[in-house]
């Protein structure tokens, strides 16, 4: 309070003693019209001043009021700590839950890492013993192999030995071939390891094809040709008295197996028939009755037996019993069919020409050959 007295008190002399020296001085004073144009300036100066710090103040207190009102309401967002205490909990149990689902799954993985360890060894226990089966399966392939090849050669010589049974005790050249070339198909899948029984085999055809076979299928068939066109064949007229083994029947020639059924009736009623045949001549001229039916089936069908005997004994190669058979029917032939017939006459001639063919031949012997094929047997 004193320390503002004085001012005044100063400010008061000043003002006097400033009152006095303009007093003093009188006409040496600035004139009064400039003085008033710049308190005016300051004046302006100082209000736009005040307005600027108004502003100033407006826009502050805006902001301020802004900014209170964001905090409020950020404070009105905020939970109170009750709460925040139970989000917290809730958090921490969620928290605790989960580190126990981690602790399973890591309690799981363990035991699937372990899982896989184990099936990893498997595997390499199943690799290892696929690799022991594949080397036994390649033991047994070859052992197989050497087996299969011991079986071809077993094979081939079983049939080199049929072809030596056929050859010898048949005369079956054919069959012989035949199983020769099966041998040797046999053979060739050996390669170069059945060489040397290949080359005895094809020896032992070679032999087989040089020597003279006779066609026997080709004589058995002309012979069933000429049996097959007995029907057609013109019969004498005349009742030509038979000879007694010719009367007592196909039993003295041993077809007695071919004499059944009908043809058995019409043989007892031909020897029944055979009482009657009467030869009536006159002397003007002969009167020759014709034969009854059932000689004429009995003449037919004692050829057909005599060819088809002939022809089985062709197929059997017994040439003794196939030129008999032939130079029967040739005499049947002549004795009671018409040698004036075309057709009697040319199987007259075919018969003739059929007992010439031969119908066995002495083959080589070709056991000595296929040694190195039946070694094996």
């Known amino acids: 309070m004193t320390d503002k007295q004085d001012e005044t008190r100063t400010s008061g002399t000043e003002e006097g003693n400033a009152t006095e020296e303009s007093r003093g001085r009188g006409p040496a004073t600035q004139p009064q019209g400039s003085g008033g144009a710049g308190a005016q300036g300051l004046a302006i100066a100082a209000l736009v001043l005040s307005i600027i710090a108004l502003v ?14 964001a905090f409020a309401e950020g404070q009105g967002d905020l939970v109170d700590a009750s709460e925040l205490a139970a989000r917290s909990e809730a958090l921490s149990e969620r928290i605790a839950e989960l580190r126990g689902r981690v602790t399973s799954l890591d309690e799981r993985n363990a035991g699937r890492d372990q899982q896989i360890a184990g099936l990893e060894e498997s595997i390499d226990t199943l690799r290892q ?24 050669r077993s094979e081939a010589a079983y049939l080199a030995n049929v072809a030596v049974h056929r050859a010898r005790y048949y005369q079956d050249a054919d069959a012989a071939l035949g199983a020769l070339r099966e041998a040797d198909r046999l053979l060739a899948a050996l390669g170069g390891e059945g060489i040397g029984e ?50 007592a029947g196909p039993d003295s020639w041993g077809a007695e197996e071919a004499v059944s059924g009908a043809f058995g009736d019409a043989w007892e009623q031909f020897r029944g028939a055979m009482g009657e045949l009467v030869v009536v001549s006159g002397p003007e001229r002969e009167v020759v009755p014709l034969r009854p039916i059932e000689e004429r089936y009995f003449l037919r069908e004692n050829l057909r037996l005599r060819l088809e005997g002939a022809r089985l004994a062709a197929l059997q190669g017994d040439t003794s019993t196939y030129r008999d058979g032939l130079e029967r029917a040739r005499e049947w032939l002549q004795r009671y069919y018409d040698s004036g017939d075309p057709a009697v006459a040319e199987a007259v001639d075919r018969l003739a020409a059929l007992a010439e063919r031969p119908v066995t031949v002495d083959l080589p012997e070709i056991e000595s050959v296929l040694g190195p094929v039946r070694e094996f047997d």
Do not use: C, F, N
């Not at 100033?56 to 009102?69: A, D, E, F």
């Not at 003279?212 to 004498?236: C, N, S």
């Open 129 to 152: 013993q696929q690799s022991d089966l594949t080397a036994r399966m390649d033991r047994v392939t070859e052992l197989a192999q050497v087996s299969r090849d011991d079986w071809r």
């Open 198 to 247: 290949r080359k005895a085999i094809r020896e032992a055809i070679d032999l087989l094809l040089d020597a003279d076979v006779p066609k026997v299928a080709r004589t058995a068939e002309e012979i069933g040709e000429i049996a097959d066109a007995v029907d057609g064949y013109r019969l004498h007229a005349g009742a030509q008295p038979l000879s007694d083994e010719e009367a």
């Open 56 to 69: 100033g103040m407006l826009v502050g207190g805006w902001w301020g009021w802004q900014r209170y009102q």
